[in-house]
């Protein structure tokens, strides 16, 4: 079992920042995928962004390149997402994810290919 913990979701401006981490305990997680996706309010579960592993590079989906990226913190075991430049449109639950993986067949962003969720954190962009 892995448990993750999302923090840091908040109101903020448009053209503004936040900061959102995701704790995880139960599993050293230094080499599971670890990502981000986000729901807005009626619409379904969406990929954001995602390490597949410590050594593999970010992948981003399209609507947050250049804005957002995703670190790992592996002594702590806390996956980071800084976004800037938030948009309304960035609005939504954003919940972390953790998989044991499958390497390049891994279908990261699929949520359903993610075991292991956080309850998730209210980002909320608004002017």
């Known amino acids: 079992q892995v448990q993750l913990v999302e923090s840091g979701g908040g109101t903020v401006q448009p053209g503004g920042s936040l900061r959102l981490a995701c704790a995880a305990s139960?599993?050293?997680?230094?080499?599971?995928?670890m990502g981000w996706f986000r729901q807005a309010p009626g619409k379904e579960r969406k990929f954001v962004i995602a390490?597949?592993?410590?050594?593999?590079?970010?992948i981003r989906a399209e609507s947050v390149e250049g804005r957002f990226t995703a670190s790992r913190d592996n002594a702590t075991n806390t996956l980071y997402l800084q976004m800037n430049d938030l948009k309304p449109e960035d609005t939504a639950v954003y919940s972390c994810?953790?998989?044991?993986?499958?390497?390049?067949?891994?279908?990261?962003?699929?949520?359903?290919?993610?075991?292991?969720w956080g309850q998730g954190t209210q980002v909320t962009v608004s002017s």
């Open positions: 994810a953790a998989a044991a993986g499958g390497g390049d067949a891994f279908p990261i962003s699929e949520a359903s290919a993610w075991p292991y």
């Open positions: 139960g599993r050293t997680l230094n080499r599971y995928f």
């Open positions: 390490l597949p592993s410590t050594e593999g590079p970010t």
